[in-house]
């Protein structure tokens, strides 16, 4: 009789339950988890560097240079993509970021775990994205803003003034565009590590899609390439943080809207086959 007592004393020391697992439980549960990984801040470091020094070191090497350039590269010279060139290669930072946010889950074999915790898996997908997508918009508008004004002071060192400023035209959509196309990077890259659950995998899509399969278009012949380009979600990616426009491609929203319409397909797909598949 003391046994059976004790342990119904113990079971009503346990804290009560209240209602369903909730979104914003989840949401801190996901901030904690992204942010005590030491890898993550040194991703982010990484994507910091990388867009920031390879934007700085072309800016200043234009401005250095700037007297020994040609008349076709004054003409054709943008200051705004000059300094913002290292997004280019901070999307594959971002990538690797977005992938490993839902396929280390799989390979630490922490997805049991977690969906133990919250087994409402559309909670839980939806809460990992919104979390990656709050971490990665703040790093790549950081890092955009802070490889914009770095890059036109530099390029203010040269003989003439070639910098520009925020209020030229078209020159902050394009800085906020950076922003705006890291996160998009990475939650395509998130979409893809939830399909394939393996993260060399994704990476490899990834790249591929937003980086090899350009190149190869390249080779068509101009109508055609001109007709496919536009459709490309790398195109689409590149164009919001560009002033000026290709004759064949569309404005820079609608060019980057066929980018975030590519991203939303592999996250609905991502998501169908999260809530069937066995974890």
């Given at each position: 009789m003391a046994?059976?007592?004790?342990?119904?004393?113990?079971?009503?020391?346990l804290p009560p339950t209240r209602g369903r697992a909730n979104l914003a439980g989840t949401l801190r549960s996901e901030f904690t988890k992204i942010r005590s990984v030491r890898s993550t801040y040194w991703t982010l470091i990484v994507l910091f560097v990388v867009t920031v020094g390879i934007g700085a070191l072309i800016s200043w090497l234009t401005g250095s240079h700037w007297?020994?350039?040609?008349?076709?590269?004054?003409?054709?010279?943008n200051p705004t993509s000059?300094?913002?060139?290292?997004?280019?290669?901070?999307?594959?930072?971002?990538?690797?970021?977005?992938?490993?946010?839902?396929?280390?889950?799989?390979?630490?074999?922490?997805?049991?775990?977690?969906?133990?915790?919250?087994?409402r898996r559309g909670v839980f997908y939806l809460a990992k994205a919104l979390v990656f997508t709050v971490v990665a918009l703040?790093?790549?508008?950081?890092?955009?803003?802070?490889a914009f004004f770095l890059g036109q002071a530099l390029l203010g060192t040269a003989p003439v003034d070639i910098s520009t400023?925020?209020?030229?035209?078209h020159v902050l959509r394009a800085v906020i565009?950076?922003?705006l196309f890291i996160a998009a990077?990475?939650?395509?890259?998130?979409?893809?590590?939830?399909?394939?659950?393996?993260?060399?995998?994704?990476?490899?899509?990834?790249i591929g899609v937003l980086f090899v399969v350009p190149i190869i278009v390249n080779f068509l012949p101009s109508s055609w390439n001109n007709d496919i380009t536009r459709f490309l979600p790398s195109e689409g990616g590149l164009?919001?943080?560009?002033?000026?426009?290709?004759?064949?491609e569309w404005p820079a929203w609608g060019e980057f809207s066929v980018f975030l319409a590519y991203t939303a397909a592999v996250l609905i797909a991502g998501y169908i086959l999260f809530r069937k598949r066995d974890a």
């Open positions: 046994a059976v007592t004790t342990e119904k004393t113990r079971l009503s020391g007297d020994q350039a040609s008349a076709s590269q004054r003409a054709s010279f000059n300094s913002l060139v290292g997004l280019y290669f901070g999307q594959f930072v971002i990538v690797v970021l977005g992938a490993m946010t839902i396929t280390a889950e799989y390979s630490t074999g922490m997805i049991r775990t977690a969906l133990t915790a919250m087994p703040v790093i790549g508008e950081i890092s955009s803003f802070v400023t925020l209020s030229a035209p565009g950076g922003g990077c990475g939650l395509f890259a998130y979409g893809i590590g939830t399909l394939v659950r393996h993260t060399a995998g994704a990476i490899s899509i990834a164009a919001i943080w560009r002033t000026t426009q290709a004759a064949h």
